[in-house]
């Protein structure tokens, strides 16, 4: 048996203020689990993505966040059949999902989204993700260089290895960048 308490984690750089891994501190087999808050504005992830092989699970805790969501995949019922994981859907054709406190979502193996927090209240949750290894994951976002929507990939930036960046795999252009605040807590740069 295996005890953590939460607050006492490490907070990871992420796209929220704070995001605690629980998978490694309570020893996880088969399960990753984190621990989020974010901030109005903030996001779940660092590129609208998916996961190959992973289901993932959000619970809302507090706040409401918003998921925006991509077709669902074929097969989604069972990872083992899934025929087709990769189509990210139009950018006008994704739902938007809005899940209020205490309710949950279930995101299958292919399907791509992005959870935000489009409100003005924190948003905490708890993500659960089986099993623990998510396979290929394939991320986008808006490219202001190519002002369309791209593959990116996250780095260290190389003017300071302590932030992170978003980069387009067409052009090399920085996408976005996270940074650890003053506070402790993560933040936005660009
Ligand atoms: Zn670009």
């Known amino acids: 048996m295996d005890h953590?308490?939460?607050d006492d984690l490490d907070n990871s750089l992420q796209p929220a203020a704070v995001m605690r891994h629980l998978t490694d501190p309570l020893g996880c087999a088969d399960l990753a689990i984190n621990y989020y808050e974010l901030a109005?504005?903030?996001?779940?992830?660092?590129?609208?993505h998916n996961h190959e092989v992973q289901e993932e699970v959000?619970?809302?805790?507090s706040g409401?966040?918003?998921?925006?969501?991509?077709?669902?995949?074929a097969g989604s019922e069972d990872s083992a059949d899934l025929v087709d994981p990769v189509d990210p859907g139009a950018p006008g054709e994704r739902r938007e999902v809005r899940v209020g406190p205490m309710e949950a979502i279930r995101v299958p193996p292919g399907q791509f989204q992005r959870g935000w927090n489009f409100g003005e209240d924190r948003v905490t949750a708890l993500a659960l993700g089986a099993p623990l290894a998510y396979g290929e994951q394939l991320k986008r976002d808006d490219c202001p260089a190519?002002?369309?929507e791209v593959a990116v990939s996250i780095e260290r930036a190389s003017d300071d290895e302590s932030e992170l960046i978003t980069v387009c795999g067409d052009c090399g252009a920085e996408v976005a960048r996270w940074r650890r605040g003053d506070d402790g807590?993560?933040?936005r740069v660009r």
Do not use: I, K
Not at 40 to 48: I, K, T
Not at 58 to 61: A, G, P, S, T, Y
């Open 64 to 73: 409401t966040a918003t998921w925006v969501v991509g077709p669902e995949p």
């Open 146 to 148: 190519c002002g369309d």
């Open 58 to 61: 959000f619970v809302v805790l």
């Open 4 to 6: 953590v308490v939460v």
């Open 185 to 187: 807590e993560n933040e």
């Open 40 to 48: 109005p504005g903030d996001s779940f992830a660092f590129a609208y």
